[in-house]
């Protein structure tokens, strides 16, 4: 399966199609460096070295050039998904988030386990930008789904591998908006 298939024409991976494609301005940035990193930089270096491979003769026994030609295809393949993903992905800027006393996109939460009040932080991101290691969880991720609209004090109960859990909302927090360069 390609990175092409892992996502329907509607939505991102696993949601149903008409499904919103979230992702903050970091993670859209992101998916634009890494394009440009790929186009600019990666492939042009792997082209250089396939024509020199190619010069060389016989293509059949040549690793350069058959290493070459399968990492051109697969810096190709990862171009055209990251733009596909960038053409239909709604950035939503946390920083603009107008009602700060609610979880939505974007939003820092720390929250309680009920069972051993253990405080657990993350921030609510886009699919592509989840990364288990930072705190940043996917917005279609159980916990964030249900820390979704809540407020500070509330209740919510989050199903997890290990089964089902309350926790309580104890902190929400935003980035801050940025104005010109020097204003807050």
């Known amino acids: 399966m390609s990175e092409d298939d892992d996502e329907g024409e509607d939505g991102p991976p696993g949601l149903p199609p008409g499904t919103p494609f979230y992702m903050t301005p970091a993670g859209a940035a992101a998916l634009?460096?890494?394009i440009r990193t790929l186009w600019e930089d990666e492939r042009p270096k792997v082209v250089e070295v396939v024509s020199w491979a190619a010069a060389l003769g016989d293509r059949s026994e040549n690793a350069d050039y058959q290493y070459g030609k399968r990492r051109l295809r697969q810096i190709?393949?990862?171009?055209?998904?990251?733009?596909?993903?960038?053409?239909?992905?709604?950035?939503?800027?946390?920083?603009?988030?107008?009602?700060?006393d609610r979880v939505f996109f974007g939003a820092t939460v720390t929250y309680a386990r009920m069972s051993d009040d253990a405080e657990v932080t993350i921030r609510i991101v886009g699919v592509d930008e989840a990364?288990?290691?930072r705190g940043d969880v996917s917005w279609v991720a159980?916990?964030?789904?249900?820390?979704?609209?809540?407020?500070?004090g509330d209740l919510r109960t989050v199903r997890t591998?290990?089964?089902?859990?309350?926790?309580?909302?104890?902190?929400?927090?935003?980035?801050d908006a940025q104005g010109p360069a020097g204003d807050p």
């Open 161 to 175: 591998p290990g089964g089902v859990e309350q926790v309580e909302i104890i902190g929400i927090s935003y980035p």
């Open 142 to 152: 159980p916990v964030a789904r249900a820390l979704l609209g809540a407020q500070l």
């Open 76 to 100: 190709d393949g990862r171009v055209r998904f990251l733009r596909k993903r960038l053409d239909r992905v709604q950035v939503v800027d946390p920083a603009a988030q107008a009602r700060r």
């Open 32 to 34: 634009r460096e890494e």
């Open 131 to 133: 990364d288990a290691d």
